[in-house]
């Protein structure tokens, strides 16, 4: 069986169990760097010397390595399911070797910056004010706008994050807090005069379904409050940091907010401080001294 059929059965043994924006973005990794080149050859013939060099390729056409080790991860899946499928015993992606790369995620505004942009969502009363408070909770983009009414239990005031609609692939349960439940229970009251509470909780006027694009409104927001220019996606990043190195919070809790099967995800956010080095020895040799 060739790499493609492989790919195919992929799809179709998926796809109701991962998310369809995942689901379009293996189809289009897989097509653009494997379907015409190793997709042709039999899964058990494809050795993991191709594979390296595949990835040696794409570094010296200038990819990132986080890049190549993201497209690696791609194919490493399809390897996997081909061992499920009984046509190889190992994975051949398990063998090949990428330079090393810092994955720290830096979000290097000063705090000052952080408690700007947190309390200009907090004070936002825009159309779309909601939707940022609820990124405030860690939660990422698409999962806030995918999540519907019938993932809402405002009696026991949790919400459940779908496993189709996150990465974790499972289904995750959080409590809000006392602001988000005042906020969804008066859009629960409105979405039940409209008869709308069969739909998504955070619907488009224009379109009558859920929001797609938010970055028009995300950047008058920041224009507004003199704000620098950062992603939507940067809210998160910003809220691991800000609990990590600022509020102190054990990296366990947050990892639970942000939803992470592995808490060395949610380590890459914590900010080392240079000088702790100078201060570690200059504690060691007062204590010696004392």
């Not at 499928?85 to 090949?96: A, E, R, T």
């Not at 969502?121 to 609820?134: C, K, Q, S, T, V």
């Not at 005031?157 to 969804?184: C, G, H, V």
Request: hydrophobic share 35%; glycine share 2%.
């Amino acid at each position: 069986m060739t790499l493609n059929q492989v790919f195919n059965n992929y799809l179709e043994f998926y796809e109701l169990l991962l998310r369809p924006s995942t689901l379009r973005s293996d189809k289009a990794t897989y097509n653009k760097h494997f379907k015409n080149d190793l997709g042709l050859k039999e899964v058990k013939n494809i050795k993991f010397l191709e594979i390296q060099k595949f990835c040696n390729n794409l570094i010296k056409q200038g990819y990132k390595i986080k890049t190549v080790k993201n497209i690696l991860a791609k194919l490493r899946v399809i390897f996997k399911f081909s061992i499920k499928m009984d046509l190889i015993s190992k994975n051949p992606c398990d063998l090949v070797e990428l330079p090393r790369f810092d994955n720290k995620i830096y979000f290097d505004y000063p705090i000052s910056i952080q408690k700007e942009i947190i309390k200009a969502i907090l004070e936002n009363r825009g159309y779309n004010a909601d939707i940022y408070f609820f990124l405030l909770h860690g939660r990422r983009k698409s999962e806030v706008l995918n999540l519907k009414w019938s993932d809402v239990n405002l009696k026991t005031k949790t919400y459940k994050i779908p496993f189709q609609i996150n990465k974790a692939k499972r289904d995750m349960i959080y409590t809000m807090s006392d602001e988000l439940y005042q906020r969804l229970f008066k859009r629960y009251i409105q979405a039940k005069r409209d008869n709308q509470l069969n739909n998504y909780i955070f619907i488009n006027p224009n379109t009558n379904t859920k929001f797609i694009d938010l970055r028009r409104s995300w950047k008058s927001l920041l224009k507004k409050n003199n704000l620098p220019k950062i992603r939507l996606h940067d809210i998160r990043h910003l809220v691991a940091t800000y609990s990590i190195n600022y509020l102190n919070l054990p990296v366990e809790q947050v990892s639970f907010m942000l939803g992470h099967t592995n808490i060395t995800t949610t380590q890459r956010y914590i900010t080392n401080d240079i000088k702790k080095s100078k201060d570690t020895i200059e504690t060691m040799i007062k204590s010696v001294k004392a």
